[in-house]
């Protein structure tokens, strides 16, 4: 009885796991640059209960029998698919068609990768450098942040 109980609840936790990822999915519908997700399901160790033998009869008994031991969550996908380009009227906003990141520098120093291109031009002491929506400093291919320093903006005015 304890077997089907557990295999039942096993069933419900991994099922409840889905249902916060399809949410999570759906509140997400309208976010720049969100990637869908999905759960996959794994089965959990089978107990054998009766071999492949043969009957008192000396008749083959052609398969076992097995009992499985429930589910669990083996992993949670993302889907890095192309998203609609949009158009916007913004000059530093970007789009990337195929693969690849953006990346940009975190509070903390670490190096972070979106495929968000909205991008906007924020005054620092060095210059003007080129950020994201949640105000990261945009990188170049080397890892260096993009900026433009002051002199440059004067003249262009």
């Known amino acids: 009885m304890m077997r089907a109980l557990w295999s039942a609840a096993s069933g419900m936790i991994a099922q409840q796991t889905n249902v916060d990822t399809i949410s999570n999915n759906l509140a997400n519908v309208n976010t720049t640059g969100y990637k869908s997700q999905r759960a996959e399901f794994k089965t ?14 000396g008749e083959n008994k052609p398969v076992g029998a097995q009992v499985g031991l429930g589910t669990r969550i083996a992993a949670t996908n993302t ?7 949009q ?12 693969e690849g990141f953006f990346s940009v520098r975190g509070d903390d120093g670490n190096i972070y990768y979106t495929r968000n291109g909205s991008f906007f031009w924020a005054l620092g002491p060095r210059g003007t ?4 929506s949640d105000g990261y400093p945009v990188l170049d291919s080397n890892g260096n942040e993009i900026v433009l320093p002051n002199a440059c903006l004067a003249a262009a005015l």
């Open 129 to 132: 450098t080129l950020c994201n």
């Open 44 to 57: 959990l160790l089978y107990q054998n209960l009766q071999t492949e033998t043969t009957t008192a009869n």
């Open 79 to 85: 889907f890095y698919t192309q998203g609609q380009m």
């Open 87 to 98: 158009a916007s009227e913004n000059d530093t906003d970007f789009a990337i068609e195929g």
